[in-house]
């Protein structure tokens, strides 16, 4: 029963989104276990549509941040404002209080705004004054950013980075599906006639059932034993850390409720573990020079642990 209302979602966005299953998969992966999906990609790729074309699939409210270098924490979070016929600050709701927040070209502000979303995306609530908001339920952020390399860029602290439970990429089409999607849009975007496929209450039930997969403790002990092989390596200035294991459990338990499966199975772990760990190993310059990537880090752990 679970499967076919996920299948429903996962065939709804790929009428927008071709040729990109696996990643719509991993988003709806985010969504069932309230985690935040960072997905980096040149632009032009499908980044923002992807973004809406989940929220619109499950009739969720869908609110976009542009990123820019002069945005303020104030305009992440909200704030008080001065209401002059009744003499008090009243509190006015930033574009976070959503259901699916898109925080557009994150890594084009700077650390002092990307920090406002820390305590949004760990406790799902604001803080301001003394005073505690709590955010609506399910909320998730999906932050895109473009490669590093291009001009006007800020990395990403680690203390945030470390939050997202994924990291994912679109990655350019084939020629054939490039061609579908041209044609497809000759006349209008077909994320303008989406109609969801699933409501939030059923939502929240999935988020439920992800919790009720069993993991074995083999399971769990292989989790932590490749998650701890990247704080041993002296390749790596800087190794996951227990939120990492905690992402990785969790994620496999949703990928295994997508594939119609109650229990986790090592293969679960395996699919999920690059998209978990590569952005939160931070590698030593030596190891840069010499041609290492986070990639060869976990393809080492996967050869070098015991599957149970």
């Known amino acids: 029963m679970h499967s076919e209302d996920l299948k429903k979602i996962i065939e709804n966005i790929e009428k927008v989104i071709v040729g990109k299953t696996d990643t719509v998969k991993l988003l709806i992966?985010?969504?069932?276990?309230?985690?935040?999906?960072?997905?980096?990609?040149?632009?032009?790729?499908?980044?923002?549509?992807?973004?809406?074309?989940?929220?619109?699939?499950?009739n969720a409210d869908f609110k976009r941040i542009q990123f820019t270098p002069d945005l303020l924490p104030s305009d992440v979070t909200g704030g008080f404002i001065y209401n002059p016929k009744s003499g008090?600050?009243?509190f006015k709701k930033g574009p976070v209080f959503t259901n699916i927040l898109l925080a557009d070209e994150i890594n084009r502000t700077t650390p002092r705004t990307q920090s406002a979303l820390l305590e949004c995306m760990q406790e799902y609530n604001v803080s301001l004054d003394g005073q505690t908001f709590a955010l609506?339920?399910?909320?998730?952020?999906?932050?895109t950013q473009n490669p590093i390399e291009y001009q006007g860029t800020y990395s990403l602290p680690e203390a945030q980075i470390d939050r997202?439970?994924?990291?994912?990429?679109?990655g350019y089409l084939h020629a054939a599906e490039e061609v579908r999607v041209i044609s497809g849009q000759k006349v209008q975007h077909?994320?303008?006639?989406?109609?969801?496929?699933?409501?939030?209450?059923?939502?929240?039930?999935?988020?439920?059932?992800?919790?009720?997969?069993?993991?074995?403790?083999?399971?769990?002990?292989?989790?932590?034993?490749?998650?701890?092989?990247?704080?041993?390596?002296?390749?790596?200035?800087l190794g996951a850390s227990p939120r990492a294991s905690i992402a990785l459990?969790?994620?496999?338990?949703?990928?295994?409720?997508l594939e119609g499966r109650d229990y986790v199975i090592p293969d679960d772990v395996v699919k999920l573990l690059p998209w978990v760990l590569k952005h939160r190993i931070i590698?030593?310059?030596?190891?840069?020079?010499?041609?290492?990537?986070?990639?060869?880090i976990v393809s080492d752990l996967v050869r070098n642990t015991p599957i149970p």
């Open 29 to 58: 992966v985010g969504l069932l276990t309230k985690g935040h999906i960072l997905i980096e990609d040149v632009p032009g790729l499908g980044k923002t549509t992807l973004a809406l074309a989940l929220a619109k699939s499950i």
């Open 88 to 90: 008090d600050f009243d």
């Open 136 to 143: 609506p339920n399910p909320f998730i952020v999906v932050a």
């Open 164 to 170: 997202f439970a994924m990291k994912i990429s679109m």
């Open 190 to 237: 077909p994320i303008e006639t989406l109609k969801p496929a699933l409501d939030l209450e059923k939502v929240l039930e999935l988020q439920e059932e992800v919790k009720k997969i069993q993991v074995s403790p083999n399971i769990l002990d292989y989790i932590v034993k490749l998650v701890s092989g990247t704080r041993n390596k002296e390749e790596i200035k």
């Open 249 to 257: 459990m969790k994620t496999s338990s949703a990928w295994a409720l």
């Open 283 to 296: 590698l030593q310059p030596k190891a840069l020079i010499a041609g290492k990537t986070p990639d060869h």
